[in-house]
């Protein structure tokens, strides 16, 4: 049997790479041919009905405006059509027989519409179609190209007609395209056209779309030929392992939206090979299957995209987490979804429940999981390429959207009966209930209907007396039980045979009510966490989006600027158990985003995180604009290369845990809290004077030094059992004096004084930050010097061999990013005031720098520099030293045997 199917699976995947070789070949037909292809404008129809351009209600405003558009100008309509749709048609000369992919630049997802060539049968472009691009002329008004399908065409003269499938609202329409092969947008520039730019002291970073030859940069040898190749993903302690050969892995992972999914299938094709050769094994597919206009109802349209996108990952090694339910997603109407009390609201804590949303949920899943894959030929709980299941995205009943303000009281109740049920059970009646909680009494207490209110989360964490303490009890142990009966659910009854986690939301009160939040996700089989770090940005729309008018605050946490309260990549892990961070993001605008994901990758692996999921993706390859959660950028997925190497390949080594706390169950119930995250007053400690970096028993730990996670790992231990908590001797590690916090490894030095990481592992070493405060660094096997005010400068080992050693480096290099034409004014507040957004491409400061390493063979090792794909450009010099080019981010370090070789 077992030959049988292997047999099977080699012939699908057989199947699945011969159609993937095809279309990524279509994809690097570049440069295209000038005869090729046919480009129209949109406002200049044969016959419409559409209002003439100067009522077009969408026209630009200005000369800035119509410089976004193709020959300054669109067409287009808003308001209430009437029964005939309206229409356009256009007469296209075709130069050649072929198929043809037919591109569209138009306003949005506004304006879902048909089209057809000749008599041709119609082609649908619905509201769901993948945006490919986006350029504003204006707020809420901007320019998209999307790929309305495929078509083949004789050579010759062909009509066109596109007509409206909805009766009101907005569409707009500013150039069409014909081509025979795959094409990627640049704005309004046309098929090889390449807009030149230039402004002082920063060069363009716009590549082209990537062919995928050779490259000595291509990560895509970290992940296996296919992924799930070694088995179902498990957790093996705290790490995850491959289940068939019991190797570890770590997770270098982004975000994907339904609008990736839903990206024209060559795309995803390329989508796959440029996260691979990146570096990224994991991608977490965050959005809703159910459809919009019946909740009870699977897409069947979108399942069959993520099933393909699915197996576009698996074929370039890369694994999938699903993410499907979060209440922001959905608002509930009691008339349309039959939800009691219902007007519109998101269902906070809705899921932890009520039985009837419980059951549509479980159906999502059920479909999901259980349906054939017609891509891979097997459903998704079979699949080991689908690693991870969570439960519920961002939500608690520990959270202050918990209430009765966000909550309708019909179906508060529901909860509120069991909660009386769990409290007779617990004190033998209400009325003995009552009496233990000294006759204190809450509105929505009915003894006679059998349901006890719930108290404000703020009266919880803050009274913590006998009611307080049984309200948090009851929550936190129904929460849980839902993460464990839904677990069983996804494992035992439909068969999922990957890893499950509940959710990773905070809680109303750190202190109190989060360890008892993580406690009831630890029913599942490891922990999960979201974070983000940036300074203010005020403005209307500033939690989405970056608009002219908004203000804001560049912040790097490298000064130590509010690192007291924590960062996203200080990991503290519960009982043994894996954890991730499935969102974390630096977002913009903010100059420092280049500290970013190195401090996520350094000291990611310190702690020994197990997976790090960047939020998130805009597109399948570089963005040319920055969105609020920018990640397709050369300041953050530009400095994969170098990083996915240091967290995936353990260039770092993980440390010891510093801190274990012991927390009893008994007491997080009874509201006492966990340590509050604060300096911690060492001089007990110092007193005990243990040996350097042995961990010494105490009765408790009362406050945790956040810069302990800088030091090492940090842990808690949430049990029935009362045991000491251990800890190292922090001060061996922290000078507050010196502002200077070092790892116990002794691999990673965080100068707050300086403003500067620095990286100084036999397989790494490097630095990042302030850089021109020091402008001079010495490693082991390294030196550098830089004029650059603040950047990255890594040497990375390629070979797993140490970098003394090492005959394949990568040297990567990053300032900061921004728009061509940006502009700010200070305020006096000290913020800055968005004056012009700019546009596309993004723009790096110039790079500095001269490299030098000291071992003595450094002459035969020559430098070559690489272009933003990692193709070579020229050779620079060797490795005894060699200037940086004010334009480059990588350069490859190897030994050269031929004068000609430079890949």
């Known amino acids: 049997?077992?030959?049988?199917?292997?047999?099977?699976?080699?012939?699908?995947?057989?199947?699945?790479?011969?159609?993937?070789?095809?279309?990524?070949?279509?994809?690097?037909?570049?440069?295209?041919?000038?005869?090729?292809?046919?480009?129209?404008?949109?406002?200049?129809?044969?016959?419409?009905?559409?209002?003439?351009?100067?009522?077009?209600?969408?026209?630009?405003?200005?000369?800035?405006?119509?410089?976004?558009?193709?020959?300054?100008?669109?067409?287009?309509?808003?308001?209430?059509?009437?029964?005939?749709?309206?229409?356009?048609?256009?007469?296209?000369?075709?130069?050649?027989?072929?198929?043809?992919?037919?591109?569209?630049?138009?306003?949005?997802?506004?304006?879902?519409?048909?089209?057809?060539?000749?008599?041709?049968?119609?082609?649908?472009?619905?509201?769901?179609?993948?945006?490919?691009?986006?350029?504003?002329?204006?707020?809420?008004?901007?320019?998209?190209?999307?790929?309305?399908?495929?078509?083949?065409?004789?050579?010759?003269?062909?009509?066109?007609?596109?007509?409206?499938?909805?009766?009101?609202?907005?569409?707009?329409?500013?150039?069409?395209?014909?081509?025979?092969?795959?094409?990627?947008?640049?704005?309004?520039?046309?098929?090889?056209?390449?807009?030149?730019?230039?402004?002082?002291?920063?060069?363009?970073?716009?590549?082209?779309?990537?062919?995928?030859?050779?490259?000595?940069?291509?990560l895509r040898f970290l992940n296996e030929r296919f992924a799930g190749k070694q088995g179902f993903i498990q957790v093996q302690g705290d790490t995850f392992v491959h289940g068939e050969t019991g190797e570890p892995v770590r997770f270098w992972g982004v975000n994907a939206g339904p609008d990736i999914v839903r990206l024209p299938r060559p795309y995803l094709d390329y989508l796959a090979r440029y996260l691979a050769k990146l570096g990224v094994n994991i991608v977490r597919v965050h959005g809703r299957i159910w459809r919009d206009e019946a909740i009870r109802q699977v897409d069947e349209g979108y399942l069959d995209q993520?099933?393909?996108?699915?197996?576009?990952?698996?074929?370039?090694?890369?694994?999938?987490?699903?993410?499907?339910?979060?209440?922001?997603?959905?608002?509930?109407?009691?008339?349309?979804?039959?939800?009691?009390?219902?007007?519109?609201?998101?269902?906070?804590?809705?899921?932890?429940?009520?039985?009837?949303?419980?059951?549509?949920?479980?159906?999502?899943?059920?479909?999901?999981?259980?349906?054939?894959?017609?891509?891979?030929?097997?459903?998704?709980?079979?699949?080991?390429?689908?690693?991870?299941?969570?439960?519920?995205?961002?939500?608690?009943?520990?959270?202050?959207?918990?209430?009765?303000?966000?909550?309708?009281?019909?179906?508060?109740?529901?909860?509120?009966?069991?909660?009386?049920?769990?409290?007779?059970?617990?004190?033998?009646?209400?009325?003995?209930?009552?009496?233990?909680?000294?006759?204190?009494?809450?509105?929505?207490?009915?003894?006679?209907?059998?349901?006890?209110?719930?108290?404000?989360?703020?009266?919880?964490?803050?009274?913590?007396?006998?009611?307080?303490?049984?309200?948090?009890?009851?929550?936190?142990?129904?929460?849980?039980?839902?993460?464990?009966?839904?677990?069983?659910?996804?494992?035992?009854?439909?068969?999922?045979?990957?890893?499950?986690?509940?959710?990773?939301?905070?809680?109303?009160?750190?202190?109190?009510?989060?360890?008892?939040?993580?406690?009831?996700?630890?029913?599942?089989?490891?922990?999960?966490?979201?974070?983000?770090?940036?300074?203010?940005?005020?403005?209307?729309?500033?939690?989405?989006?970056?608009?002219?008018?908004?203000?804001?605050?560049?912040?790097?946490?490298?000064?130590?600027?509010?690192?007291e309260g924590g960062l996203p990549i200080m990991d503290l892990t519960y009982n043994g158990k894996p954890s991730t961070i499935t969102e974390v993001n630096w977002p913009p605008p903010n100059r420092f985003r280049a500290e970013f994901p190195v401090l996520a990758a350094a000291y990611g692996a310190l702690q020994g995180t197990d997976g790090i999921f960047f939020f998130a993706l805009a597109g399948p390859s570089w963005q040319r604009r920055l969105t609020k959660f920018a990640i397709e950028t050369p300041a953050v997925m530009g400095q994969f290369p170098a990083l996915a190497l240091l967290y995936r390949k353990r260039g770092i080594r993980p440390a010891d845990p510093v801190v274990m706390m012991q927390l009893t169950l008994a007491d997080l119930f009874a509201l006492k809290g966990a340590p509050g995250v604060e300096p911690m007053n060492l001089d007990a400690l110092r007193a005990m004077d243990p040996p350097p970096g042995a961990r010494t028993s105490v009765e408790n730990v009362s406050s945790l030094d956040p810069l302990a996670f800088l030091v090492g790992k940090v842990e808690m231990v949430l049990s029935e059992k009362n045991g000491p908590s251990e800890m190292v001797d922090l001060s061996r590690f922290i000078d507050r004096e010196a502002d200077v916090v070092k790892s116990t490894t002794g691999e990673l030095t965080w100068d707050f004084g300086q403003g500067i990481v620095s990286i100084h592992s036999p397989y790494v070493q490097g630095a990042s930050g302030f850089l021109g405060k020091v402008g001079q660094f010495q490693f082991g096997d390294v030196a550098f010097e830089t004029g650059m005010e603040y950047g990255t400068i890594l040497i990375v080992s390629m070979d797993g061999h140490p970098i003394r050693e090492s005959e394949k480096l990568l040297v990567q290099v990053m300032s900061e990013e921004k728009h061509l034409g940006w502009q700010t004014t200070k305020q006096d507040d000290g913020l800055k005031q968005i004056t012009s957004l700019g546009g596309p491409p993004l723009m790096v400061r110039t790079l500095d720098g001269f490299v030098s390493l000291t071992r003595p063979d450094a002459h035969s090792l020559h430098a070559v520099a690489l272009d933003a794909r990692g193709y070579p450009l020229e050779e620079v010099g060797t490795a005894e030293g060699f200037s940086l080019r004010e334009d480059v981010l990588y350069y490859l370090v190897r030994l050269k045997q031929d004068p000609c070789d430079l890949d």
């Open 1 to 218: 049997m077992i030959d049988k199917l292997s047999f099977a699976l080699g012939v699908v995947l057989f199947m699945i790479n011969g159609i993937h070789a095809g279309i990524l070949a279509e994809v690097a037909s570049f440069p295209p041919s000038r005869s090729d292809w046919v480009w129209w404008e949109a406002e200049t129809p044969t016959a419409t009905n559409f209002p003439p351009l100067q009522q077009n209600p969408f026209r630009p405003a200005n000369p800035q405006e119509a410089a976004v558009l193709s020959e300054d100008q669109w067409i287009g309509v808003a308001g209430d059509y009437g029964e005939t749709p309206m229409w356009l048609e256009y007469t296209v000369q075709v130069p050649q027989d072929a198929e043809y992919h037919f591109y569209v630049r138009k306003f949005w997802k506004h304006g879902p519409f048909r089209w057809r060539f000749d008599g041709q049968p119609w082609q649908q472009v619905s509201r769901d179609i993948a945006l490919l691009d986006s350029e504003d002329l204006r707020k809420f008004i901007g320019a998209n190209w999307i790929h309305a399908g495929k078509i083949k065409l004789n050579a010759g003269t062909h009509a066109l007609r596109i007509e409206l499938t909805q009766s009101s609202g907005a569409a707009a329409f500013d150039c069409f395209l014909l081509i025979p092969h795959v094409w990627f947008p640049r704005g309004k520039d046309k098929p090889g056209e390449r807009s030149e730019v230039s402004e002082p002291g920063w060069f363009a970073f716009d590549p082209e779309a990537d062919p995928f030859v050779e490259s000595p940069i291509d």
């Open 306 to 563: 993520l099933f393909y996108f699915i197996a576009a990952m698996k074929r370039e090694g890369i694994y999938t987490a699903l993410s499907i339910y979060f209440p922001l997603w959905l608002r509930l109407d009691e008339e349309k979804h039959g939800f009691a009390g219902y007007q519109g609201q998101h269902p906070f804590a809705l899921l932890f429940f009520n039985p009837t949303f419980q059951a549509i949920y479980r159906d999502w899943w059920q479909v999901l999981l259980t349906t054939r894959n017609p891509y891979t030929g097997v459903p998704l709980k079979d699949e080991p390429a689908v690693a991870i299941a969570e439960l519920v995205n961002e939500d608690s009943t520990l959270f202050w959207t918990f209430s009765y303000e966000r909550i309708p009281h019909a179906q508060m109740a529901i909860l509120e009966e069991r909660f009386a049920a769990w409290l007779r059970e617990r004190y033998g009646s209400l009325e003995k209930t009552l009496e233990a909680w000294g006759g204190r009494t809450h509105e929505r207490d009915d003894l006679e209907a059998g349901r006890i209110g719930f108290l404000p989360l703020w009266e919880l964490f803050n009274r913590r007396d006998k009611r307080a303490q049984d309200t948090a009890t009851f929550l936190a142990r129904h929460q849980r039980a839902f993460f464990e009966e839904m677990g069983a659910f996804l494992k035992e009854t439909l068969g999922f045979q990957g890893c499950i986690y509940g959710s990773n939301w905070k809680t109303a009160s750190p202190r109190y009510l989060g360890p008892l939040d993580k406690w009831s996700n630890l029913a599942c089989d490891f922990l999960d966490r979201h974070g983000y770090f940036g300074g203010p940005h005020e403005g209307d729309g500033a939690s989405y989006s970056i608009r002219k008018g908004h203000r804001f605050g560049d912040r790097s946490a490298l000064p130590g600027d509010g690192i």
